[in-house]
C-alpha cells in the first residue's frame, strides 16, 4: 500500500534522521511503500527520492492531496490544506511536543509520553549521519543543548567562563573552541562535529540528539529525567547534581576520563538492544498493518 508521509516539522539533523531511518526501513521491507514530501529542505532527510513540497506546482500540490494515498503520515504540525486530506484517507500523526494538537491517530516516539488512544513508534539510530563524523579533529567542545528555560539559561550564561575554564584545566590536551546555548543555527555548526561533551534537559529532541551523539562515543551529561533513562539506558548518562563550580568540575572530570567513556559504551549497548532497525519497523508496521485494515473494513461496509 502506497503511505504518503508528510514532514513539517522534525527540521533538526537528529530529528530528521529518525524520520529518515524509519522511510528507508520501512521501504525495504516492501509492504509499505512510503513517498516523502518535506515542507522545506530536504538535506538533512537521507532518503532517496525525498522531495520538497515547495517545489512542486500549485496543481501537483492539489493532485496529491486530493486523489494520491490512502494512509498518510504526518510528522510535526498540520498544513492548513491537511483537513482535504483527512476527508478521505487515513492519517497518522507524530509529534514531539508536550501537548500536541493531534490531527490523525497520535504517535510518540517515547513509552514515556504516551497516553491513552496514543500509540508508540520505536525510533532507530543504527544509521551514521554525516554531521556527527569528528575524525580528524581534536578540538574539544562543550555543547548545551537546551529548551528555553529562563532561571538555567541564566545560570549558565553566568558560569559560561568558569565552565570553559575548568574544562581547559581538565582536558588532557587543553582548548575549547565553543560552548554554545540553545538556537537553531548552532545546531548546524560545525560544533557539532566537533562535539565531546553533551549536557542536555530532558527533552524529546534533545534525547534524540543525545542519542546520536552517544552513537559516536560523545558522553552525556543531564539532570536525571525519564527521557533520558529511557533513550540512554539508566547506566547510560553522567548526572549533574547541582550547579556550583565544584559541581561542573566534578562532572565535566567524570566525562572527559574513563568514565565517561564507559557510561557512553553503555548507552550505545542499551540503544543497539532497545532501538534497531527491526524493532522500529516492525512497530511501525503493524501499526499501519491496523490502520490500513480499518480503513478496508470501512471500504466494504460502504460497498454492501
Known amino acids: 500500500m502506497e503511505c504518503i508521509w508528510y514532514i513539517s516539522g522534525f527540521r533538526r539533523p537528529w530529528e530528521a534522521a529518525v524520520v529518515g531511518n524509519l522511510a528507508v526501513a520501512l521501504g525495504a ?8 514530501y518535506a515542507e522545506s529542505g530536504t538535506a538533512n532527510f537521507r532518503v532517496e527520492g525525498v522531495l520538497s513540497w515547495k517545489s512542486l506546482t500549485f496543481f501537483e500540490r492539489a493532485v496529491i492531496v486530493l486523489f494520491k494515498g490512502r494512509l498518510w503520515h504526518l510528522w510535526g504540525d498540520a498544513p ?4 482535504w486530506v483527512r476527508l478521505r484517507a487515513r492519517t497518522l500523526h507524530t509529534s514531539l511536543d508536550v501537548q500536541p494538537q493531534w490531527r490523525g491517530h497520535p504517535t510518540r516516539l517515547f513509552a514515556e509520553q504516551v497516553q491513552e ?10 544509521i551514521k549521519v554525516a554531521w556527527t563524523d569528528r575524525e580528524g579533529s581534536p578540538t574539544s567542545v562543550l555543547l548545551l543543548a537546551l529548551q528555553p528555560d529562563k532561571a538555567l539559561d541564566e545560570a549558565l550564561k553566568e558560569n559560561l ?3 570553559k575554564k575548568i574544562m581547559e584545566e581538565v582536558l588532557p590536551e587543553g582548548g575549547v573552541e565553543g560552548i554554545a546555548i540553545d538556537g537553531s543555527e548552532m545546531f548546524q555548526s560545525e560544533l557539532l562535529k566537533k562535539c565531546r561533551v553533551l549536557f542536555i534537559d530532558d527533552s524529546p529532541s534533545n534525547a534524540l540528539l543525545a542519542a546520536y551523539l552517544t552513537m559516536q562515543g560523545v558522553p552525556v551529561i543531564t539532570r536525571d529525567g525519564p527521557l533520558s533513562r529511557s533513550v540512554l539506558g539508566p547506566g547510560g548518562y553522567l ?3 547541582g550547579g556550583a563550580k565544584e559541581d561542573w568540575r566534578a562532572v565535566l572530570q567524570e566525562a572527559l576520563s574513563e568514565k565517561g567513556r564507559s557510561t557512553s559504551a553503555s548507552a550505545r549497548r542499551f540503544l543497539k538492544e532497545n532501538y534497531s532497525v527491526r524493532g522500529a519497523t516492525e512497530t511501525l508496521t503493524e501499526l499501519y498493518r491496523s490502520v490500513a485494515a480499518s480503513s478496508v473494513s470501512a471500504a466494504r461496509k460502504e460497498n454492501r
Open 29 to 36: 521491507g516492501g509492504e509499505f511503500s512510503p513517498r516523502v
Open 161 to 163: 567562563k568558569e565552565i
Open 239 to 241: 548526572t549533574l547534581q
Open 80 to 83: 492548513f490544506w491537511w483537513g
Open 117 to 126: 488512544g496514543e500509540s508508540r513508534i520505536i525510533p532507530s539510530f543504527e
